[in-house]
């Protein structure tokens, strides 16, 4: 019960719009790549946006909202079997998860502006959904590398079942 005893209404909130960022992020950023590699699929299925929610799990907001860490929709891609299809159906998850790292490095560069320009009640407010942004990107993105179908990382399973 200790998990649940530390969770106020503030941290519920500021964990909501932390993962509705990240989500933006990784999902624009993963459907971005896929585009510029040759993919149409995900632009086809409406995700080449920041939208958040054409990128939003259910499951993976309650998670995040819980545990900070969750996943987004899965990312589906018109694979065929030749070398350099799967190559760079490969790059797409590699490239995404490793550029939505710079956002932790960008937000902690960005907090000393928050700091200054807003007033001190709202300041407090954006700097906690920053504090929370980092400290999710972290470890979902970490979580996402895992090669399991749902998470970005599942797109590492269908390289190997088109390899076998």
Do not use: C, K
Not at 101 to 109: A, E, H, K, T
Not at 115 to 123: C, I
Not at 142 to 149: K, R
């Amino acid at each position: 019960m200790g998990l649940l005893n530390e969770l106020t209404v503030g941290l519920l909130a500021s964990r909501i719009g932390a993962f509705l960022i990240y989500t933006a992020v990784l999902g624009g950023l993963l459907a971005l790549f896929a585009r510029l590699l040759g993919f149409m699929r995900p632009q086809h299925d409406g995700r080449l946006t920041a939208n958040p929610f054409a990128h939003l799990s259910v499951w993976g907001l309650a998670m995040a909202t819980l545990f900070q860490m969750g996943w987004i929709r899965s990312l589906w891609l018109d694979v065929d079997t030749s070398i350099q299809s799967r190559i760079r159906a490969a790059a797409v998850p590699i490239l995404g998860l490793a550029t939505v790292l710079l956002l932790i490095p960008l937000l902690w560069w960005l907090r000393p502006i928050v700091q200054v320009n807003l007033p001190r009640t709202a300041g407090y407010a954006v700097l906690g959904v920053l504090l929370e942004v980092q400290r999710l990107t972290l470890a979902t993105t970490i979580f996402n590398i895992l090669p399991l179908p749902g998470l970005v990382g599942g797109l590492f399973l269908v390289m190997a079942q088109l390899l076998g």
